[in-house]
């Protein structure tokens, strides 16, 4: 700058005065002035401004400058501020002489260049540096006038301010900031001075404060003025050269909540001044914006480095954005940053410093004290924090937490503390996680804290509710990196020692006031590792009394102390290892064992190593944490093997010194301790050695009022009413009669049902030894005790109430003490009551058995006979005689049974006890008999004969039913057989087969009689009272499956001893047979020997299987899991030996019983042909005409259909043999080409995908259906659909797993179909047909006369000529049926009387026509059920038809062919029959020959099978078959049709010249003469070989027939 030295400041002033002139804003002329103060004196607007310059003493700076720009504010701007106001209004408020403040803000409207270019035609921003040098504080006053020119220093590094001008609008702006906005608008124009120009702004520019004062008027500054600490606005305020780079709001947002909370914190101010210096730079100059280069590092207070770069307009800062720089201050620069400019790393947040934040600040000052500071202060080792808040401690004060400093202190904080990242969503119900808190309790092991977490939320729920040991969560968990924070509700306490743990527990004070009773208590209460299993209070009481006051007794401490220590297990289990471990054995510190059992439903059920049987205890895994290890609770109380309850301390228990001493003095000592009895003492000869013992015991008050002297003097009566109070009971390892998981029974010497009866050991000498439990029924678990059917003594001796009770642990764990409150007397009736029952029972059985069979012979001698309809005449009459036969099957089988249950009971009584013993039990057969003898007498080898008695009748009758049946389904499975006589291994196959339903009746009575037979055994006393109380007891025990235990191991015993056992008796008595007799010719001593042989042959292999069966239905449930099981259980633990064990007894009873079967079977049923014998004989001599057999029954057997076939002229021949005349129409009829157009194959055809597919599927098997020229209809399509249908349906039925009958084949498929296709011709169903007369003669056999007198057949479908078109050939008086009717030779030939009559013979039906007239049928259909295997009984059957209309067209003269169908199981069969004439050599002059072919296909096709099969679940064989039923109906309306009328007008001409004769063609009248007397006798007295077999009959003249005879009747 240059200075006018040179010129007085007087002279420029004047010279100003002189000459400057007021120009106004708008004019456009310049005004040309020597210096400023001439522009500024020369403008009336800055006359304020004038004065405040001469008062500041910048009069000579203005002078003196050159080149020079000042914004200079107008009167109006310095009358709005208030300092420069006041500086005018009062100058005797000035506070120095110069007024150093408001000469620095005129300063900073002054910059010492000239801005020539006006601010309004700027394009862009421009920067100016004012003359303002701002420092921290201002000079003082001086007596030497002020610098003309400020001097360059300043806390902006000695720069001076800036200022920024602009344009907006097209207006000028001064003062605007980085982005030109805000400042103050140039008023007026700019004035030229020789030294500078002047520009007039609305208001004065005010001077840039410092950086304090700055941050808090930017409003995106908030958040840090939030946090901004007293330390760091000290050092913002007065640090020179400061440029900082403050993040927005925004940037503090993306912090974590939690963060942000402690940085808000009182906690924090360290941790800000570190942030606040990552942000700030200090260097020697300020780095305003315009001093960034492309690549700029700066160095902040805190020591780390920031990259800034300016690329494109944008700069960033260490990767945040500068959204807005340059914000001047009086010390430094302040620029807006996007985020915070933080290094990774460099402040690390503590988990302490978030705890402090949260209010925690109490726990953290406890966890100082105690020097646990490293837990909260790691931030790389991942913790769970259990924290209570300020205001939870609050709460417990001083008094309610441990010492300062303290170990339980620190031992309490440690247990809040959990290793590992725990979030909700870890967490689950029942989780015990383990904490940083170590117990020497737990070998140093971590002590683990309880989580409980409600279910019921999801897991992922913000609130699920979580408990920590009790302590529920406070408000919402945190996480902070890798530690997680819950607030909980109260601080946690560490786990005691188990007693003082398990004390508020009241449901255990029981247990815990026992334990504390010994000398124990201490020891446990400090063992290290240890879980307790502590048992519930009503534990002691389902213990029973009796035991417990024993374990409580003083004198029983070492018992009791034994049994806590039982409870103890040696080691931690927490519930998770008891429930989902594998390991099932835990050793407790009374070194003993306890098991764990695993049930379906999830319970854990604990077994003792002591105890008594089945003693059990179900297990609640609680996780009571204790500073030792962990308490469970019990169901019940567990008694170890050391601890030994005898008989005698249970008495003892009781105070029953009375008893005890009748005990003793009646020798039965060794009952008391619960040993054996002594070596040859009879108790020990009586077996009953293994036994254990219930001992009714009257309490002392019970014997007031006896003479107890006189009661111990006499031995005998002593011993008799001890014995009455001892009840023999069952040791653990047979079937017990209780549920041993019943705790609520288990600790009952016996199950003290409601009648529940049990012998004693007075029972074997006495009737009346037993005794019964009974409940009151008005108390509640109360029970009286008596004397089995005692009567007549008032109740005085012979009843008493239970008190108490109490299970012992010797003898096996069965057996105890039950004490009543009155002695038992033993009961001796008067005779009277003795021997009535008896003779009563006796009486009425007799009575019974009277009854019945006179009932039988009175419903035998009702004539039961019903006048029917000569059709089904004989379907009747052979019902009736089945049934009849099956009555007297069923009984004979009874009386059979019933013999071989007398006869072999012994034996197999004998077989069981052998094969179910344990080992050495038995030396052999005889000694099982001996010793059964011995103790039940002759009675106890028929114990258990009941269920075989109650159950022989149903099992012979189903098991003869069941043979039979078989061998007629192998029959029906083997249809090209030549012999109806079936092979030795085809016998022993249906015997197989007859086994599996006889199972469903011989299982439960094989189990129950298995039961009964082996109860008694080893010593112990009967458990079932009879067979009903054996199946009430294995319903209870297990429902149907436990009664039907077995049944496999039965199959695999009876099913192939059956199949021997048949075939054995057909081998046998197939020898014995003679030559010419039939079987029923043999004596009674070869059916006995072939029964007996067959019994042998049976039980030869079924030994074996017979063992594994008895085992498994007599052994405890769980015992085996199966057939297999048993095997290897029995071959491990007996040898493969054991297989064959009854093997001597069984072959014993083999013969005997076999053979006694058979001779009461052949015994009952003569009698009872006896009985009916007279009314027999009345009918046969009324009747000489046996049965006819039905024509199902002719067609399903091949002897009786080649009988009627060949007396019927009836021949196959091949279809090469039709004749000519025939083959047109046969070729018609089957000709099913080019009936579908191919255009249905293309893609344009509209139709259904499935119905495309269907089509489709049916050209590429028969192509030869599709033609070009075959024109597409309506009509047409509508059948294919209709048979589409059909075929879907087919599928269907398929594809289902359900088993379709023959209706529902009819129903769903084939009648869809068929009776579509007929349209013209008339479709009739189950329409009966009249059989034709046979033409040969047949020899006096008994079956053939049966076969022949058949008069009927009813096929399912026949197709007829419509009466539409028969009506001319019948109605007319000219017609030919008038002519025929009324011929002389018609009429001579039958009459009405005989059904012989023309009117008869004009139709093949057997129900004549409304109107008389003929009927022509030309095919007939059968329909066969889909498990028919012999589709040659449907042709047979169906063959049946069609020859009766052919001969009915023959005899009217009708040359003419006739179809027939056959349908089964989606499956269709055709045949063609017509009649031919041979010459015969019988009576007949010629033979009418009906020839049959069966359809093997087009000719030309070369094929092997006699028949060709449409398949209908084939697409082109369902259509084939449609249109052949459409050929069938258009050939019967027309060509058959057309034979038919041309037939008849022939015969009539050929009968008026006499060319031929009419024969009658129907069957009629009866064809045998009267039966011979051995005819008779031979049908009536049917052998009873014939229930079991059929091919002991002789050979022809005898038909082969499957089924038995029956006696014939009208």
Same mark, same amino acid.
């Given at each position: 700058?240059?200075?006018?030295?040179?010129?007085?400041?007087?002279? %420029?002033?004047?010279?100003?005065?002189?000459?400057?002139?007021?120009?106004?804003?708008?004019?456009?002329?310049?005004?040309?002035?020597?210096?400023?103060?001439?522009?500024?004196?020369?403008?009336?607007?800055?006359?304020?401004?004038?004065?405040?310059?001469?008062?500041?003493?910048?009069?000579?700076?203005?002078?003196?400058?050159?080149?020079?720009?000042?914004?200079?504010?107008?009167?109006?701007?310095?009358?709005?501020?208030?300092?420069?106001?006041?500086?005018?209004?009062?100058?005797?408020?000035?506070?120095?002489?110069?007024?150093?403040?408001?000469?620095?803000?005129?300063?900073?409207?002054?910059?010492?260049?000239?801005?020539?270019?006006?601010?309004?035609? %700027?394009?862009?921003?421009?920067?100016?540096?004012?003359? !303002?040098?701002?420092?921290?504080?201002?000079?003082?006053?001086?007596?030497?006038?002020?610098?003309?020119?400020?001097?360059?220093?300043?806390?902006?590094?000695?720069?001076?301010?800036?200022?920024?001008?602009?344009?907006?609008?097209?207006?000028?702006?001064?003062?605007?900031?980085?982005?030109?906005?805000?400042?103050?608008?140039?008023?007026?124009?700019?004035?030229?001075?020789?030294?500078?120009?002047?520009?007039?702004?609305?208001?004065?520019?005010?001077?840039?404060?410092?950086?304090?004062?700055?941050?808090?008027?930017?409003?995106?500054?908030?958040?840090?003025?939030?946090?901004?600490?007293?330390?760091?606005?000290?050092?913002?305020?007065?640090?020179?050269?400061?440029?900082?780079?403050?993040?927005?709001?925004?940037?503090?947002?993306?912090?974590? =909540?939690?963060?942000?909370?402690?940085?808000?914190?009182?906690?924090?101010?360290?941790?800000?001044?570190?942030?606040?210096?990552?942000?700030?730079?200090?260097?020697?100059?300020?780095?305003?914006?315009?001093?960034?280069?492309?690549?700029?590092?700066?160095?902040?207070?805190?020591?780390?480095?920031?990259?800034?770069?300016?690329?494109?307009?944008?700069?960033?800062?260490?990767?945040?954005?500068?959204?807005?720089?340059?914000?001047?201050?009086?010390?430094?620069?302040?620029?807006?940053?996007?985020?915070?400019?933080?290094?990774?790393? +460099?402040?690390?947040?503590?988990?302490?410093?978030?705890?402090?934040?949260?209010?925690?600040?109490?726990?953290?000052?406890?966890?100082?004290?105690?020097?646990?500071?490293?837990?909260?202060?790691?931030?790389?080792?991942?913790?769970?924090?259990?924290?209570?808040?300020?205001?939870?401690?609050?709460?417990?004060?001083?008094?309610?937490?441990?010492?300062?400093?303290?170990?339980?202190?620190?031992?309490?904080?440690?247990?809040?503390?959990?290793?590992?990242?725990?979030?909700?969503?870890?967490?689950?119900?029942?989780?015990?996680?383990?904490?940083?808190?170590?117990?020497?309790?737990?070998?140093?092991?971590?002590?683990?804290?309880?989580?409980?977490?409600?279910?019921?939320?999801?897991?992922?729920?913000?609130?699920?509710?979580?408990?920590?040991?009790?302590?529920?969560?406070?408000?919402?968990?945190?996480?902070?990196?890798?530690?997680?924070?819950?607030?909980?509700?109260?601080?946690?306490?560490?786990?005691?020692?188990?007693?003082?743990?398990?004390?508020?527990?009241?449901? %255990?004070?029981?247990?815990?006031?026992?334990?504390?009773?010994?000398?124990?208590?201490?020891?446990?209460?400090?063992?290290?590792?240890?879980?307790?299993?502590?048992? !519930?209070?009503?534990?002691?009481?389902?213990?029973?009394?009796?035991?417990?006051?024993?374990?409580?007794?003083?004198?029983?401490?070492?018992?009791?102390?034994?049994?806590?220590?039982?409870? *103890?297990?040696?080691?931690?289990?927490?519930?998770?290892?008891?429930?989902?471990?594998?390991?099932?054995?835990?050793?407790?510190?009374?070194?003993? /064992?306890?098991?764990?059992?695993?049930?379906?439903?999830?319970?854990?059920?604990?077994?003792?190593?002591?105890?008594?049987?089945?003693?059990?205890?179900?297990?609640?895994?609680?996780?009571?944490?204790?500073?030792?290890?962990?308490?469970?609770?019990?169901?019940?109380?567990?008694?170890?093997?050391?601890?030994?309850?005898?008989?005698?301390?249970?008495?003892?228990?009781?105070?029953?010194?009375?008893?005890?001493?009748?005990?003793? $003095?009646?020798?039965?000592?060794?009952?008391?301790?619960?040993?054996?009895?002594?070596?040859?003492?009879?108790?020990?000869?009586?077996?009953?050695?293994?036994?254990?013992?219930?001992?009714?015991?009257?309490?002392?008050?019970?014997?007031?009022? /006896?003479?107890?002297?006189?009661?111990?003097?006499?031995?005998?009566?002593?011993?008799?009413?001890?014995?009455?109070?001892?009840?023999?009971?069952?040791?653990?390892?047979?079937?017990?009669?209780?549920?041993?998981?019943?705790?609520?029974?288990?600790?009952?010497?016996?199950?003290?049902?409601?009648?529940?009866?049990? =012998?004693?050991?007075?029972?074997?000498?006495?009737?009346?030894?037993?005794?019964?439990?009974?409940?009151?029924?008005?108390?509640?678990?109360?029970?009286?005790?008596?004397?089995?059917?005692?009567?007549?003594?008032?109740?005085?001796?012979?009843?008493?109430?239970?008190?108490?009770?109490?299970?012992?642990?010797?003898?096996?764990?069965?057996?105890?003490?039950?004490?009543?409150?009155?002695?038992?007397?033993?009961?001796?009736?008067?005779?009277?009551?003795?021997?009535?029952?008896?003779?009563?029972?006796?009486?009425?059985?007799?009575?019974?058995?009277?009854?019945?069979?006179?009932?039988?012979?009175?419903?035998?001698?009702?004539?039961?006979?019903?006048?029917?309809?000569?059709?089904?005449?004989?379907?009747?009459?052979?019902?009736?005689?089945? +049934?009849?036969?099956?009555?007297?099957?069923?009984?004979?089988?009874?009386?059979?049974?019933?013999?071989?249950?007398?006869?072999?009971?012994?034996?197999? &009584?004998?077989?069981?006890?052998?094969?179910?013993?344990?080992?050495?039990?038995?030396?052999?057969?005889?000694?099982?008999?001996?010793?059964?003898?011995?103790?039940?007498?002759?009675?106890?080898?028929?114990?258990?004969?009941?269920?075989? &008695?109650?159950?022989?009748?149903?099992?012979?009758?189903?098991?003869?039913? @069941?043979?039979?049946?078989?061998?007629?389904?192998?029959?029906?499975?083997?249809?090209?057989?030549?012999?109806?006589?079936?092979?030795?291994?085809?016998?022993?196959?249906?015997?197989?087969? #007859?086994?599996?339903?006889?199972?469903? *009746?011989?299982? =439960?009575?094989?189990?129950?009689?298995?039961?009964?037979?082996?109860?008694?055994?080893?010593?112990?006393?009967?458990?079932?009272?009879?067979?009903?109380?054996?199946?009430?007891?294995?319903?209870?025990?297990?429902?149907?499956?436990?009664?039907?235990?077995?049944?496999?191991?039965?199959?695999?015993?009876?099913?192939?001893?059956?199949?021997?056992?048949?075939?054995?008796?057909?081998?046998?008595?197939?020898?014995?047979?003679?030559?010419?007799?039939?079987?029923?010719?043999?004596?009674?001593?070869?059916?006995?020997?072939?029964?007996?042989?067959?019994?042998?042959?049976?039980?030869?292999?079924?030994?074996? =299987?017979?063992?594994?069966?008895?085992?498994?239905?007599?052994?405890?449930?769980?015992?085996?899991?199966?057939?297999?099981?048993?095997?290897? $259980?029995?071959?491990?633990?007996?040898?493969?030996?054991?297989?064959?064990?009854?093997?001597?007894?069984?072959?014993?009873?083999?013969?005997?019983?076999?053979?006694?079967?058979?001779?009461?079977?052949?015994?009952?049923?003569?009698?009872?042909?006896?009985?009916?014998?007279?009314?027999?004989?009345?009918?046969?001599? #009324?009747?000489?005409?046996?049965?006819?057999?039905?024509?199902?029954?002719?067609?399903?057997?091949?002897?009786?259909?080649?009988?009627?076939?060949?007396?019927?002229?009836?021949?196959?021949?091949?279809?090469?043999?039709?004749?000519?005349?025939?083959?047109?129409?046969?070729?018609?009829?089957?000709?099913?080409? $080019?009936?579908?157009?191919?255009?249905?194959?293309?893609?344009?055809?509209?139709?259904?995908?499935?119905?495309?597919?269907?089509?489709?599927?049916? #050209?590429?098997?028969?192509?030869?259906?599709?033609?070009?020229?075959?024109?597409?209809?309506?009509?047409?399509?509508?059948?294919?659909?209709?048979?589409?249908?059909?075929?879907?349906?087919?599928?269907?039925?398929?594809?289902?797993?359900? $088993?379709?009958?023959?209706?529902?084949?009819?129903?769903?498929?084939?009648?869809?179909?068929?009776?579509?296709?007929?349209?013209?011709?008339?479709?009739?169903?189950?329409?009966?047909?009249?059989?034709?007369?046979?033409?040969?003669?047949?020899?006096?056999?008994?079956?053939?006369?049966?076969?022949?007198?058949?008069?009927?057949?009813?096929?399912?479908?026949?197709?007829?000529?419509?009466?539409?078109?028969?009506?001319?050939?019948?109605?007319? @008086?000219?017609?030919?049926?008038?002519?025929?009717?009324?011929?002389?030779?018609?009429?001579?030939?039958?009459?009405?009387?005989?059904?012989?009559?023309?009117?008869?013979?004009?139709?093949?039906?057997?129900?004549?026509?409304?109107?008389?007239?003929?009927?022509?049928?030309?095919?007939?259909?059968?329909?066969?059920?889909?498990?028919?295997?012999?589709?040659?009984? +449907?042709?047979?059957?169906?063959?049946?038809?069609?020859?009766?209309?052919?001969?009915?067209? !023959?005899?009217?003269?009708?040359?003419?062919?006739?179809?027939?169908?056959?349908? @089964?199981?989606?499956?269709?069969?055709?045949?063609?029959?017509?009649?031919?004439?041979?010459?015969?050599?019988?009576?007949?002059?010629?033979?009418?020959?009906?020839?049959?072919?069966?359809?093997?296909?087009?000719?030309?096709?070369?094929?092997?099978?006699?028949?060709?099969?449409?398949?209908?679940?084939?697409?082109?064989?369902?259509?084939?078959?449609?249109?052949?039923?459409?050929? *069938?109906?258009?050939?019967?309306?027309?060509?058959?049709?057309?034979?038919?009328?041309?037939?008849?007008?022939?015969?009539?001409?050929?009968?008026?010249?006499?060319?031929?004769?009419?024969?009658?063609?129907?069957?009629?009248?009866?064809?045998?003469?009267?039966?011979?007397?051995?005819?008779?006798?031979?049908?009536?007295?049917?052998?009873?070989?014939?229930?079991?077999?059929?091919?002991?009959?002789?050979?022809?003249?005898?038909?082969?027939?499957?089924?038995?005879?029956?006696?014939?009747?009208?």
């Amino acid at each position: 700058m240059r200075l006018w030295g040179c010129i007085p400041l007087t002279l %420029l002033a004047l010279v100003a005065l002189s000459t400057t002139t007021q120009v106004a804003w708008n004019s456009d002329a310049t005004i040309q002035s020597q210096t400023l103060v001439d522009v500024l004196s020369n403008d009336e607007d800055y006359t304020s401004l004038l004065s405040l310059l001469q008062k500041a003493k910048l009069i000579p700076t203005l002078n003196k400058l050159n080149g020079s720009t000042l914004f200079a504010p107008t009167n109006d701007a310095i009358n709005r501020h208030d300092l420069w106001r006041s500086a005018l209004e009062y100058p005797n408020l000035l506070k120095d002489n110069v007024q150093e403040e408001l000469r620095q803000q005129l300063f900073y409207h002054l910059v010492n260049y000239s801005v020539t270019e006006d601010p309004k035609d %700027l394009t862009t921003l421009r920067v100016l540096d004012t003359l !303002h040098f701002p420092k921290f504080s201002l000079d003082s006053p001086a007596n030497k006038p002020p610098p003309w020119m400020p001097i360059p220093e300043s806390t902006l590094g000695n720069k001076s301010q800036k200022l920024r001008i602009t344009s907006r609008d097209g207006v000028g702006w001064v003062g605007v900031d980085a982005f030109g906005q805000g400042g103050i608008e140039v008023k007026k124009q700019k004035a030229e001075a020789a030294n500078g120009v002047v520009y007039g702004i609305a208001h004065v520019l005010d001077v840039p404060l410092h950086l304090g004062r700055v941050l808090s008027h930017e409003p995106s500054l908030s958040y840090f003025q939030k946090v901004l600490t007293p330390s760091m606005l000290n050092a913002i305020n007065f640090t020179s050269e400061l440029t900082l780079f403050i993040p927005v709001d925004s940037a503090w947002e993306a912090l974590d =909540p939690i963060e942000r909370l402690y940085l808000e914190s009182q906690f924090a101010a360290d941790d800000l001044l570190r942030i606040f210096n990552m942000h700030a730079v200090v260097e020697k100059s300020v780095r305003w914006s315009d001093t960034f280069d492309s690549a700029t590092t700066l160095t902040t207070e805190y020591g780390s480095e920031l990259e800034v770069v300016v690329s494109e307009g944008k700069t960033t800062v260490s990767g945040a954005t500068l959204s807005q720089p340059d914000i001047y201050a009086s010390n430094g620069v302040l620029h807006l940053v996007s985020s915070l400019l933080v290094p990774p790393g +460099a402040l690390q947040l503590t988990p302490e410093k978030y705890l402090l934040a949260l209010n925690c600040t109490l726990f953290i000052s406890l966890i100082h004290s105690v020097n646990l500071t490293h837990l909260i202060n790691d931030t790389e080792t991942q913790y769970t924090i259990l924290a209570p808040k300020d205001d939870v401690l609050s709460v417990f004060g001083n008094d309610g937490l441990p010492k300062q400093g303290s170990d339980e202190l620190k031992r309490m904080l440690q247990y809040h503390f959990l290793p590992g990242k725990w979030t909700p969503k870890k967490l689950a119900d029942g989780m015990l996680l383990e904490s940083v808190l170590q117990e020497p309790g737990l070998g140093n092991g971590s002590q683990v804290i309880h989580v409980e977490v409600n279910d019921d939320e999801k897991q992922d729920a913000p609130s699920r509710h979580i408990r920590f040991g009790g302590a529920g969560i406070v408000g919402e968990h945190l996480v902070i990196n890798n530690t997680v924070v819950y607030f909980i509700s109260s601080p946690l306490e560490p786990p005691v020692d188990p007693l003082q743990t398990a004390l508020p527990s009241l449901e %255990l004070s029981s247990f815990l006031a026992a334990v504390f009773s010994t000398s124990i208590a201490e020891d446990i209460k400090k063992t290290p590792r240890a879980t307790f299993l502590i048992p !519930h209070n009503a534990a002691f009481k389902r213990l029973g009394k009796l035991v417990s006051d024993h374990l409580l007794a003083a004198s029983s401490k070492t018992d009791l102390e034994r049994v806590i220590r039982h409870h *103890i297990i040696d080691g931690i289990e927490y519930s998770q290892s008891l429930v989902n471990g594998s390991v099932r054995t835990f050793a407790t510190l009374e070194t003993s /064992d306890l098991q764990l059992e695993h049930l379906p439903n999830l319970s854990v059920i604990v077994s003792p190593s002591g105890g008594w049987a089945g003693m059990k205890s179900a297990l609640y895994p609680t996780n009571m944490l204790t500073e030792t290890g962990v308490i469970h609770e019990l169901s019940d109380l567990m008694i170890p093997r050391s601890v030994e309850l005898n008989v005698g301390k249970l008495m003892k228990a009781a105070k029953a010194t009375t008893m005890i001493n009748m005990v003793t $003095k009646a020798g039965f000592d060794w009952i008391l301790n619960g040993t054996a009895p002594p070596e040859g003492s009879e108790w020990a000869d009586q077996g009953l050695g293994g036994a254990s013992w219930t001992v009714l015991c009257p309490t002392d008050d019970a014997f007031k009022n /006896d003479n107890l002297t006189q009661l111990l003097e006499n031995i005998d009566v002593l011993r008799a009413i001890v014995s009455q109070h001892l009840i023999r009971t069952s040791s653990a390892g047979e079937s017990g009669s209780f549920n041993v998981f019943d705790v609520l029974n288990n600790n009952r010497p016996l199950p003290l049902e409601d009648l529940g009866e049990y =012998p004693t050991l007075l029972s074997p000498s006495s009737a009346y030894g037993d005794i019964v439990f009974r409940a009151l029924d008005d108390k509640v678990s109360q029970y009286m005790v008596g004397i089995k059917n005692a009567r007549g003594t008032d109740k005085q001796a012979d009843w008493a109430r239970v008190l108490t009770w109490g299970r012992a642990t010797t003898g096996g764990g069965t057996g105890g003490v039950i004490t009543i409150d009155r002695m038992l007397v033993p009961y001796h009736p008067p005779w009277w009551i003795e021997y009535f029952a008896p003779f009563f029972v006796g009486a009425l059985g007799v009575g019974l058995i009277g009854l019945f069979f006179y009932t039988v012979r009175t419903v035998w001698k009702r004539d039961v006979t019903e006048a029917t309809y000569e059709p089904i005449a004989p379907a009747a009459e052979e019902a009736k005689n089945s +049934a009849i036969d099956n009555v007297k099957s069923f009984i004979a089988g009874g009386f059979g049974g019933v013999s071989a249950v007398l006869v072999g009971h012994p034996f197999d &009584l004998t077989k069981t006890r052998l094969q179910t013993a344990a080992p050495g039990a038995y030396t052999g057969a005889i000694d099982v008999v001996r010793k059964t003898l011995a103790r039940d007498g002759v009675t106890g080898l028929y114990r258990g004969m009941v269920p075989p &008695l109650l159950g022989v009748t149903p099992i012979f009758a189903v098991s003869f039913w @069941a043979y039979d049946a078989s061998k007629n389904l192998i029959l029906a499975f083997t249809p090209n057989r030549t012999s109806e006589k079936l092979s030795t291994a085809e016998l022993a196959a249906a015997g197989f087969l #007859s086994a599996v339903p006889t199972t469903l *009746i011989t299982a =439960p009575v094989e189990r129950a009689k298995v039961l009964l037979q082996v109860q008694g055994q080893g010593g112990s006393g009967p458990q079932y009272k009879g067979v009903f109380d054996v199946m009430k007891h294995l319903y209870r025990e297990g429902g149907i499956r436990s009664i039907f235990r077995g049944t496999g191991a039965t199959i695999a015993r009876d099913g192939p001893g059956s199949a021997v056992y048949f075939a054995a008796y057909e081998v046998t008595k197939k020898a014995l047979t003679p030559a010419g007799p039939s079987a029923g010719d043999l004596n009674l001593g070869a059916i006995m020997f072939a029964g007996g042989t067959a019994g042998v042959a049976m039980w030869s292999i079924a030994i074996p =299987p017979d063992v594994l069966k008895s085992r498994i239905q007599s052994a405890p449930s769980g015992t085996y899991s199966g057939l297999f099981d048993c095997f290897r $259980k029995t071959v491990a633990r007996d040898g493969i030996t054991a297989l064959w064990k009854g093997l001597g007894p069984a072959m014993a009873r083999a013969f005997p019983a076999n053979a006694a079967t058979f001779l009461g079977v052949e015994a009952s049923r003569k009698f009872m042909d006896v009985l009916v014998m007279s009314d027999s004989k009345k009918k046969y001599k #009324s009747s000489s005409q046996p049965r006819a057999v039905s024509a199902s029954e002719i067609a399903r057997n091949l002897g009786n259909f080649e009988t009627w076939s060949s007396h019927q002229c009836c021949e196959q021949v091949s279809l090469s043999d039709l004749p000519s005349e025939f083959q047109e129409d046969v070729d018609n009829l089957f000709g099913t080409t $080019k009936r579908i157009p191919r255009s249905w194959l293309d893609r344009s055809f509209d139709c259904s995908p499935g119905f495309a597919k269907f089509i489709a599927d049916a #050209s590429r098997t028969a192509p030869e259906l599709f033609s070009v020229d075959q024109s597409a209809s309506n009509e047409l399509f509508e059948d294919v659909c209709v048979v589409f249908s059909a075929w879907k349906r087919l599928a269907q039925m398929r594809s289902s797993k359900e $088993k379709w009958s023959e209706a529902d084949f009819v129903a769903n498929v084939y009648n869809v179909f068929r009776t579509s296709g007929i349209r013209e011709s008339t479709f009739r169903v189950q329409c009966a047909i009249s059989l034709p007369q046979p033409q040969d003669t047949f020899q006096n056999a008994f079956d053939v006369p049966r076969v022949l007198n058949t008069k009927t057949v009813i096929p399912d479908c026949a197709i007829f000529i419509p009466a539409s078109r028969t009506r001319p050939l019948s109605h007319s @008086a000219k017609s030919p049926y008038k002519l025929l009717k009324n011929h002389p030779a018609v009429v001579k030939a039958g009459n009405a009387a005989k059904r012989s009559s023309f009117r008869y013979q004009s139709t093949p039906c057997a129900q004549l026509p409304d109107m008389p007239g003929f009927e022509f049928a030309s095919s007939f259909w059968e329909d066969k059920k889909p498990v028919h295997a012999l589709l040659d009984d +449907a042709y047979r059957q169906n063959r049946m038809s069609t020859t009766a209309a052919v001969r009915h067209l !023959h005899s009217l003269g009708i040359h003419a062919p006739v179809t027939g169908l056959i349908w @089964a199981d989606g499956v269709v069969r055709a045949h063609i029959d017509w009649c031919e004439e041979s010459e015969g050599k019988t009576v007949f002059m010629a033979l009418q020959v009906m020839m049959s072919a069966p359809y093997c296909g087009p000719r030309g096709r070369s094929s092997n099978d006699v028949f060709h099969e449409w398949k209908l679940d084939r697409p082109s064989d369902i259509l084939q078959v449609y249109f052949l039923v459409r050929n *069938i109906d258009e050939w019967t309306t027309g060509k058959f049709s057309e034979y038919t009328v041309r037939g008849v007008n022939q015969m009539v001409e050929k009968l008026s010249s006499s060319e031929r004769t009419y024969k009658p063609w129907k069957r009629i009248g009866d064809l045998a003469p009267p039966l011979k007397t051995n005819a008779l006798k031979e049908n009536h007295n049917i052998s009873v070989t014939t229930v079991v077999t059929s091919d002991a009959s002789p050979s022809p003249p005898k038909p082969k027939s499957r089924r038995r005879r029956r006696r014939s009747s009208n």
